[in-house]
C-alpha cells in the first residue's frame, strides 16, 4: 500500500503530505476503535500471555499446573526471548512448542480464531452476494468454491485449450 503511495507522491507534486497523513491516522484510529469494540479489555486480558509471554503476571493466569510451569520457564528463558523479539508470533509458538508443548498448543489455538472467523466471515459475504432475492433457487455450492478459492485461474492456458466456433 505505502509503496503505491510514495509511487502516487512522486508523481502528484500538488497533493498535500500532511493531509494524507492526517487521513491514514484518522483511519488507523477508526480501525482501532472498532477493533476495541470487538475485542474488549477483559478478553484481550486472557492474551495477554500470548502477546507476550515475558512481560505477564503469572498471578493474574488461571492455568493448571503444567502450563503454569511451562511459562514460567519460558519467560527466563534468554534464547526463547531473543527469537520472540525477531519472529511474528505464529511462528515463535511453532518454534516453542518442541520446548513447551501445552502452552505452545494453547496459544496456536486461540491464535487460529482469527483466520478461521475470517474465512467464515468471508463465505457468508459470498453467499449473500451470490443468492440474491432473484436468485434464490440457486445452488451456490460451485459458484462459492470459485469465489472462495485462493487459486488463480490460468486464463491463457485455458482459453488456448478451447477451440473457436465457426460461423455457420
Known amino acids: 500500500m505505502f509503496f503505491v503511495l510514495s509511487e502516487f507522491l512522486e508523481e502528484d507534486d500538488s497533493v498535500n503530505v500532511n493531509d494524507i497523513k492526517t487521513i491514514i491516522s484518522l483511519h488507523l484510529n477508526q480501525i482501532s476503535i472498532a477493533l476495541n469494540s470487538y475485542f474488549p479489555k477483559y478478553i484481550r486480558d486472557d492474551f495477554q500471555w500470548i502477546e507476550n509471554p515475558f512481560t505477564v503476571s503469572i498471578e493474574e493466569l488461571n492455568f493448571n499446573?503444567?502450563?503454569?510451569?511451562?511459562?514460567?520457564?519460558?519467560?527466563?528463558?534468554?534464547?526463547?526471548?531473543?527469537?520472540?523479539?525477531?519472529?511474528?508470533?505464529?511462528?515463535?509458538?511453532?518454534?516453542?512448542?518442541?520446548?513447551?508443548?501445552?502452552?505452545?498448543?494453547?496459544?496456536?489455538?486461540?491464535?487460529?480464531?482469527?483466520?478461521?472467523?475470517?474465512?467464515?466471515?468471508?463465505?457468508?459475504?459470498?453467499?449473500?452476494?451470490?443468492?440474491?432475492?432473484?436468485?434464490?433457487?440457486?445452488?451456490?455450492?460451485?459458484?462459492?468454491?470459485?469465489?472462495?478459492?485462493?487459486?488463480?485461474p490460468q486464463w491463457e492456458i485455458l482459453c488456448n485449450s478451447v477451440r473457436n466456433q465457426n460461423s455457420h
Not at 466471515?121 to 433457487?137: A, H, L
Request: proline residues 2%; contains cysteine; hydrophobic residues 35%.
Open 65 to 152: 499446573t503444567l502450563l503454569e510451569t511451562q511459562i514460567i520457564d519460558l519467560s527466563c528463558d534468554k534464547t526463547y526471548e531473543h527469537k520472540f523479539r525477531n519472529e511474528t508470533l505464529v511462528f515463535f509458538w511453532c518454534a516453542v512448542y518442541n520446548e513447551y508443548p501445552e502452552l505452545s498448543i494453547n496459544a496456536i489455538k486461540k491464535l487460529l480464531l482469527f483466520p478461521t472467523t475470517y474465512s467464515c466471515e468471508k463465505g457468508f459475504s459470498t453467499m449473500s452476494n451470490i443468492k440474491t432475492k432473484q436468485r434464490n433457487r440457486l445452488d451456490v455450492t460451485h459458484d462459492m468454491r470459485i469465489s472462495l478459492s485462493e487459486i488463480v
